[in-house]
């Protein structure tokens, strides 16, 4: 074969080869990373299906890349509380309420969380400025309706157990809580019983009567002789009456004998 018919064929062989070699199927390029909002979502359902445990590293990593994001903080805080981390997750519930003022949701997580710590005044403190700022959430109003009815203050405890059964009817918590608080507050609404009247004192014990006095001593009684009899003395005859000057005198009459009137036959 001549020399350059040969090296013609052996052009036309590297070229075939180098066709089939482009038509060979090429390995798909990896995906995009997912974009930081993209992963954020897809904890938030995460959290939502109650899986802390999985959520939390990538939460952690986000607040880095989204320090600007409320969301990733409140879902942090959240996050936190359920794994037994209070003050971790006080301080994300914090942030997140800075950087969205206006949102209720961390000032109602807040609120919550102090409530179960038994900081009563700090919890309706978050509690209060959520129930401002008009949260949905029915537990809002319910544990504001708690802390009244522990400070006694019976009317505006029975009006937040009626916005929390308003904001989510099939809360049974609030329908158990206001039935008991409406019966607590008619009982203590009933006018006072007065006591009994109390039983009236003896009379105190009458100081002893003094001793009767002994009689005069009979003369003779101590010696047993008693003195002779003595004759007893006629009274004086009735002085006669001076006729009254003014009166006329009567006349005199007959004398009639004095009888006693006859009794009846």
């Known amino acids: ?56 590293p990538e939460l952690e990593a986000l607040t880095r890349e989204l320090p600007q994001s409320g969301e990733t903080f ?13 003050d971790r997750a006080e301080a994300a519930l914090a942030k997140a309420s800075s950087l969205e003022p206006g949102n209720p949701r961390p000032l109602e997580a807040l609120g919550i969380l102090r409530y179960g710590q038994g900081r009563r005044p700090e919890a309706q403190d978050a509690l209060v400025k959520a ?18 009815m522990q400070a006694g203050q019976c009317a505006q405890a029975l009006d937040y157990y009626r916005l929390s059964m308003v904001k989510d009817p099939a809360f049974g918590d609030a329908f158990k809580e206001y039935r008991a ?31 009767a006095k002994k009689p005069e001593a009979i003369p003779g009684a101590a010696t047993g002789t008693q003195p002779a009899p003595t ?3 006629a009274p004086g005859a009735p002085k006669k009456a001076a006729p009254s000057p003014s009166a006329p005198a009567a006349s005199p009459g007959p004398a009639t004998p004095a009888t006693s009137p006859a009794s009846p036959q």
């Open 1 to 56: 074969m001549p020399r350059h018919v040969c090296r013609l064929t052996i052009a036309c062989l590297a070229l075939c080869l180098g066709f089939a070699a482009g038509c060979q199927k090429q390995p798909a390029a990896p995906p995009p990373a997912p974009k930081p909002t993209e992963r954020l979502d897809a904890a938030r359902q995460t959290v939502l299906a109650g899986d802390c445990v999985r959520a939390l």
């Open 74 to 86: 409140l879902l942090l805080g959240l996050c936190r509380a359920k794994q037994g981390q209070p």
């Open 131 to 148: 129930a401002e700022l008009k949260s949905a959430n029915p537990q809002t109003y319910y544990y504001l309706g708690n802390i009244a």
């Open 181 to 211: 608080a409406a019966a607590a507050c008619a009982k203590s609404a009933r006018p006072a019983v007065p006591p009994p009247p109390a039983a009236p004192k003896k009379p105190a014990t009458q100081a002893a009567a003094p001793a």
């Open 231 to 233: 004759a007893p003395v």
